[in-house]
């Protein structure tokens, strides 16, 4: 799963590592589930079944921008109304913002 990043990040352009890292009920993927996203928006992996990787993008996005880490709640308890998961469940997602090629390598293999 690079999708890009790696060259994206050797490139000079920015990314983000976001890990599924808490399940709450059921949910599509297991703990440990990652998507790597460019900070164009660009995106690759699941978190879910589908239904909340391109709201976790935005997220990403975000993250990017600000040079900063992110935790996200989806689903059951979420502060998103709009990114509900099919399933019931909820997930907590860590959004770890990428700054070097060689930290995305250590991730993306």
Excluded: W
């Excluded at 890009?4 to 009920?25: M, N, S």
């Excluded at 703990?31 to 900070?39: F, H, V």
């Amino acid at each position: 799963m690079s999708c890009g990043v790696v060259d994206a990040i050797a490139q000079g352009h920015r990314a983000a590592l976001a890990t599924l890292v808490e399940i709450g009920g059921r949910a599509a993927r297991r703990l440990g589930a990652q998507m790597a996203i460019r900070e164009d928006g660009g995106y690759c992996g699941y978190l879910s079944g589908g239904c909340v990787e391109a709201g976790v993008a935005t997220e990403a996005r975000k993250a990017i921008a600000a040079a900063g880490e992110r935790t996200l709640l989806l689903g059951k308890g979420s502060p998103f109304f709009d990114l509900q998961l099919p399933c019931g469940g909820g997930i907590t997602v860590a959004i770890h913002v990428l700054r070097t090629a060689d930290e995305v390598a250590v991730h993306v293999r």
